[in-house]
Every structure is written in structure tokens, then in C-alpha cells.
């Protein structure tokens, strides 16, 4: 949320932030959809599929591989019948990734890590079972791969289950290396290094990278509150079918602001609009959503009841009329749109913009520095120009007022 934006003016806010910040998995996948990078993006997993089952067969023909005489050790068994059992489930499971990608729909967020977890499982299951342990240990590299695809669609405390079990697997395999191979401390350690730089160091350093050019995608570069992609993002987890918690939508248009631009310049205008934000922001609920979605147009999204929501509107509306701005008066037309929850009916979040939209144009008719409280299940608001002064104070009206 904005405080995700607001954060980072520390280190440690911004590694906090970076840790807490939800991956909105539908969101990228619609996005790059929409940018027509989703069959590419397909179709790279797919060849990578393919390629992995050639690895697979190539190493089951090697005598590096799976191949032994019966009662030979192999690391997870007695008998070297269990590796081929192995490397015949990761050649099939190759076939069935590569197909699986080729050919059907993107996967949901929860089939994309069951794929994910099950390459990781095969992956590490296959470098077990190699007969030459040096191979076996140096296959371990291929969970940097899999380690990519979560570094884009997934959030950091998955990439860092992933981690956990890229180490554990490659210190088990260089501790196999080094009872029954080579006996070399200095290769295994190098090889643990290697994988420890690749996975600990360099994957969760590309998803931070990702995570900041996302987050400055997602904001507003004036204000630093979320932009209106930003609210669309943020929105999709906030408007779950199945959560039934009161959510209300309080748009706030500053009143009069083109006359602040052409009577005090554009550079004064933007010191108005960044003191706004920043208001909106410290008076706002601490989880709330702060969006910029216009000009002059802010949008605030929290989970509070009709009522709550009414005086949370008012406190902004007060906010806004007290910026610290010398000389220059500024006030706000606020719009809410609340659903008390425990029905998803009206629970849509175009549906409560749209009222909170009417709404707010309802205050803008008052005179503006006003509150308008619509009711989602019922019809938009009709406008009704009245003629009251605009030195009133601070008016809240609701649709049991008219």
C-alpha cells in the first residue's frame, strides 16, 4: 500500500517492506498478457522443459548417471534399480512440463508452485542418484533456474523456502561427494560457495531490483503514493470474493485547484499536491490504500464500516482544509462509497469508484469542501446543485439526509 512507497526511507524499511509486500500473482500474469509477453514467456518454459529432458536422458546414458551394478550404493538406496525408477519419473515429468506449458492456459498461482516445487523435488532427487558425485553436486546448479521463475512471479519468503532447500540440497550432495568420491574439503566447499552465490545472493538480489522498478511502476513519481496502476494492483487482493470484512472508497477532488495553478504557478501546485499526499497519508487508517488517480484526484481505501468511514472522511476533509499552505486556501470534495460487508453484493471495486465518483460530484454541488456518504446496493447519486456558500464549514451528507 502507500506505506509500502512511504517506507523506503530507510534501509531496513525498505528490506521490511520488500519482505512484506504480497506478490499480486493475477495481476502480472494479466499484465503481461495484455502486453502479449505471456505466450513468449510460455514458450521459454516449455524449450526449458525439453532441454531438461535432454540433460535427463543424456545423463541416464552416461555412465556419470543412474547406472550401477545391483548392490552397488547409491546414495539413497541399495541398489542402483532405484535410480532408474528416478530418472524414468524426471524424463516423463520433463515431457509432462514441457507439454503442460506448450500447450495449456497459464497456471494458477497454487499450480504454479506445485510445478515449481515438484522441479525442485526431480531435480534434486536426480542429482542424488548420479553415480559420479562431482556431476551430482554440480547438477545442484539447476535450481537456480527454477530459483528464476519464483524471483519473477512469487514473493520473497517462497524464494526463501526455495533457498533453504537449494543449501540443504547441495550441502547433502558435496557431503556425498566428499564420503564417497573425491574426499576434496576445497571442491566441495567451492561448489557449496558457487550455488550459495547463485541462490542466496543473486536471485534475491534480482527480485529486489524486480520489487523497487515494480513499486516505482506502481507510484506516483510527484507524490509518492500509489498511481492509479498502483490502486488497480493493490485492489485485486483487497476485493476477494470470499472476504466478507466492511471496505470502503473515499475519492478526494481538491476544489478549485486549476485557479491555485494559474494564480500561483504549476511549481506551487505541485508543493499542494505533495502536501496532500502526504495528509491524506498520516491521517489515513495506517493500512489504508492512498492512490493519486488524477490531477487532483486522490482515492483512499480502507477496511472500515459505514459509520467509521464517514468520520475517517471527515478528518480528511479537515486535513486537507489545514495544509500548512500560506496564502494559498485549499479545500476538498470528498465522495465515499462504503459496504458494511458480510455479503459480496455491491462488494465490486469499479462499483464503489463509480458511487464514491457520484458522490464526490455531490459535494462538488455543495459547494465543495463537503462529504458525500453513497450507499453501494443502492442507485448512483443524482446530482442536486445547490447554492451554499463555499466559506462553509466542513458538510457531511449521506443518503438518509436527502
Known amino acids: 500500500m502507500s506505506a509500502v512507497l512511504a517506507a523506503g526511507h530507510t534501509r531496513r524499511g525498505v528490506l521490511r517492506s520488500w519482505w512484506r509486500d504480497p506478490v499480486d500473482y493475477r495481476w502480472l500474469v494479466h499484465t503481461l498478457a495484455a502486453r502479449g509477453a505471456l505466450t513468449p514467456f510460455k514458450i521459454v518454459l516449455g524449450v526449458g522443459g525439453a532441454v531438461m529432458f535432454v540433460i535427463a536422458v543424456l545423463t541416464w546414458m552416461s555412465p556419470a548417471g543412474p547406472h550401477g551394478s545391483v548392490g552397488h550404493a547409491t546414495p539413497i538406496g541399495d541398489t542402483a534399480f532405484l535410480g532408474h525408477v528416478v530418472f524414468v519419473v524426471v524424463i516423463a515429468g520433463s515431457v509432462i512440463w514441457t507439454l503442460r506449458w506448450l500447450l495449456l ?34 547438477g545442484s546448479v539447476l535450481l537456480v533456474v527454477t530459483g528464476g521463475y519464483l524471483s519473477i512471479f512469487h514473493g520473497p519468503r517462497i524464494l526463501a523456502a526455495h533457498i533453504a532447500w537449494s543449501l540443504a540440497s547441495v550441502l547433502v550432495l558435496t557431503g556425498l561427494m566428499l564420503t564417497r568420491h573425491t574426499g576434496d574439503p576445497a571442491l566441495a566447499t567451492a561448489i557449496v560457495l558457487i550455488l ?65 495553478n494559474d494564480t500561483y504557478g504549476h511549481p506551487a501546485g505541485d508543493d499542494i499536491l505533495v502536501r496532500t499526499a502526504a495528509r491524506l497519508r498520516a491521517t489515513a487508517d495506517p493500512d489504508a490504500i492512498v492512490a493519486r488517480t488524477g490531477g487532483e484526484e486522490f482515492v483512499v481505501v480502507a477496511h472500515l464500516s459505514p459509520a467509521a468511514a464517514r468520520t475517517a472522511a471527515e478528518h480528511l476533509c479537515t486535513a486537507v482544509a489545514t495544509l500548512p499552505a500560506p496564502h494559498i486556501p485549499i479545500t476538498a470534495s470528498i465522495g465515499v462509497a462504503a459496504h458494511p460487508g458480510g455479503t459480496p453484493t455491491a462488494r465490486n471495486p469499479i462499483h464503489l469508484l463509480d458511487c464514491a465518483d457520484a458522490a464526490m460530484y455531490r459535494a462538488k454541488q455543495l ?14 447519486i443524482t446530482p442536486i446543485v445547490t447554492a451554499e456558500s463555499r466559506e462553509s464549514p466542513v458538510r457531511l451528507e449521506s443518503p438518509s439526509d436527502r
Not at 498461482?109 to 553415480?131: K, N
Not at 513519481?221 to 473515499?250: E, K, Q
Open 196 to 260: 550459495a552465490v547463485a541462490t542466496a545472493v543473486v536471485l534475491p538480489t534480482l527480485q529486489f531490483c524486480y520489487w523497487v522498478l515494480r513499486t516505482d511502476a506502481l507510484s506516483d513519481p510527484l507524490t509518492m503514493v500509489l498511481n492509479r496502476r498502483g490502486l488497480d494492483y493493490h485492489l485485486t487482493d483487497w476485493f476477494r470474493a470470499a472476504d466478507s470484512t466492511p471496505i470502503c472508497v473515499m475519492l478526494i477532488d481538491l476544489d478549485d485547484f486549476k485557479a491555485v
Open 367 to 380: 459547494g465543495g469542501n463537503a462529504v458525500v456518504l453513497a450507499d453501494p446496493r443502492t442507485p448512483a
Open 105 to 138: 492456459p497459464w497456471p494458477s498461482r497454487r499450480e504454479s508452485l506445485f510445478l515449481l516445487a515438484t522441479a525442485d523435488i526431480l531435480i534434486t532427487a536426480a542429482c542424488l542418484v548420479d553415480q559420479n558425485r562431482v556431476y551430482g553436486a554440480l
